[in-house]
């Protein structure tokens, strides 16, 4: 079990250096449990018998927990939460628990934290949350509303390495269980034309790399981010980024592989062994997934692959809402379910259902398709930041659609933010265009206006109309054409927000392409034009644009406390979309990532 460092990393596992060829071992710090051996430790200090073996009630109020825990975890946690109820294993203060487990993906989780924050609290605001990866954390910890309610710091309670699944007789191909491969040997490999021949079996064809939907899948998530720091390891510039991704991709087969469908193909009675082997793809899961299925007794067996570079393990974390509705003995209680879960007889729940220890021990082999030894090395997690920076570079590549930047530059952007450096917030604004719009390839148009109001014109100004990025603009590429006009950008005047928004859907859906088109709208502040179109005659346009052959979508961020965020919110919903809101200023680079790969 490891606890969660500063700025939501945790250190790296160290293990046995491995005897295969040409591996190299990280040195990287192994910190040990100490966040839930403080828990245990106040447990046994301050249990309910006081240490003097006393017998103690629960007495007739309860402590209620509310658990929501990701679907694959809500039969075992069910289970164990009816176990500790039914003693005093959660007894505080002369209260016992009761606690209810309920099953939720993390987006149906994160909408509900939400409305629960907006609320402040109500009959269905969690009080714990339990993923099946921690990394789920940093995923919604990149909305800074959620993140302040998501602590860094929490228990593990199992953990399930990410791997990479081979049909058996491939993973042996490639000396498992002796030796694990590293990226840059499955990479070459997938780029190979001879394929298999290299490794003896001709007959299998190409080596085919598939992916899942990394915001689906955690063991694709965690993956994705190994991979991209492997391809983008010494990229300096945004062209160097940009080449090392699409040398990645481009080793991929599928980048929307559906898990089950390849693992039915594997079990398909009505194609041979040979032809099922040959039509098999290698995708990132978890090793739990690996040993569910091979607990099936299927003719062709999965392995798990180990990449030698690290993959970041799914550690199953219990986190404690902080927010006003969770009292301190519900904190306390839900400390003790963390115990309970490592250290009672429930821990052979979570063992008999494929999880690891915290500590990564487990007992299953290589007879059920897995490595007890491995991982050897797992780097540290991502935190919300470099997750959103790894999420924009791989997703941008494979979009297809539209983004059409609409940027507020009335006089409030120029409000100096003095935690980020002095900057202004146009300043900020500029960085996250500059930052993420390059990434995008030639199947995604891009475009920016901005807007403050104007007297006899309108209220937007057209910067770069949508179209390709290669595109030629006065002599050189759209993207090198965005990029000095950034620089020239100033803020003055009050805000013409309707207008523009009214102007901004038209022009997205006349230059709408296959794919999802999407406004990404900025403001600071609220609409201060007496003589545009009312909100009600914004809404009105807005609205059938979900419901059309050529859908549009707005995703509004609210940038400051004087950001209209209900307004921006209405006209995120009225086109289907989503609303962010950057409090502080300095969020804005992290939320404006989160707009664009959500």
Known sequence: MTERLAGGRSGGRHRAPSTGPG????????????????????????????????????????????????????????????????????????????????????NVFADTLRASLEAGGGANAPTAWVPDASIWREVLGRRPELSTALPRTFPVVAVSPAVIAAP????????????????????????????????GHPEWGRVRIGWQDPLR??????????????????????????????????????????????????????????????????????????????????RIPLAALYPSDGIHPNEVPLITVHADWVTDQQR???????????????????????????????EADTAQGVVASEPRFTPSGPNAWSLAQSLQGWTALDRQGSVLVVLDTSGSMNERVAAAGNATRLDLAKQAIADSLPLFSDRTNIGLWTFSRQENRADHTVV????????????????????????????????????????????????????????????????????SASLEQVLAKLEPLAGTERPVRILSIALGGE????????????????????????????????????
């Open 217 to 298: 899948d955690a063991a694709s998530l965690t993956a994705m981010m190994s991979l991209s720091q492997w391809a983008t390891d010494g990229a300096e510039t945004v062209d160097d980024v940009r080449r090392g991704l699409l040398s990645a991709h481009s080793a991929l087969a599928s980048l929307n592989l559906e898990q089950e469908k390849v693992m039915a193909g594997l079990t398909d009675t009505k194609t041979t062994p040979e032809d099922a082997t040959k039509q098999a793809m290698l995708f990132p899961t978890s090793e739990r997934e690996v040993l569910r299925y091979n607990a099936t007794k299927p």
């Open 464 to 531: 770069l109309d949508l179209g390709p990025p290669s595109r030629n603009v006065g002599g050189e590429t759209a993207v090198q054409a965005l990029q000095k006009s950034l620089d020239g950008l100033r803020a003055d005047g009050a805000t013409g927000l309707y207008d523009t928004v009214i102007a901004a859907a038209a022009a997205a859906q006349n230059a709408w392409r296959e794919g999802n088109n999407t406004i990404v709208l900025i403001s600071d502040g609220k609409n201060e034009d007496p003589g």
């Open 168 to 199: 058996r007789p491939m993973a042996e191909a490639l000396g498992w269980p002796e030796s694990q491969p590293s990226w840059a040997e499955l990479v070459e490999l997938a780029k190979a034309a001879d394929g298999w021949a290299a490794k």
């Open 23 to 106: 591996r190299k071992v990280k040195l990287v710090a192994f910190v040990l449990v100490p966040l839930l051996l403080l828990t245990l430790g106040a447990y046994l200090l301050f249990k309910p018998d006081g240490g003097s073996g006393a017998p103690v009630a629960c007495g007739d109020e309860r402590v209620p927990l509310t658990i929501t825990a990701s679907p694959s975890l809500a039969p075992a946690l069910t289970k164990a939460a009816t176990a500790f109820d039914e003693g005093t294993a959660s007894w505080v203060d002369g209260r016992c628990a009761t606690t209810t487990v309920v099953s939720a993906d993390p």
């Open 563 to 598: 950001a209209d965020a209900v307004t921006l919110r209405r006209l995120a919903d009225a086109a289907k979309g989503e609303a962010y809101v950057a409090r502080e200023a300095q969020d804005l680079g992290k939320v404006f990532l989160a707009a664009l790969t959500d």
């Open 332 to 362: 306390a209680a839900l400390d003790r379910f963390a115990v309970f879960l490592v250290t009672g007889a429930e821990n052979k729940l979570m063992a008999a259902d494929g999880w690891r220890t915290p500590r990564l021990q487990t």
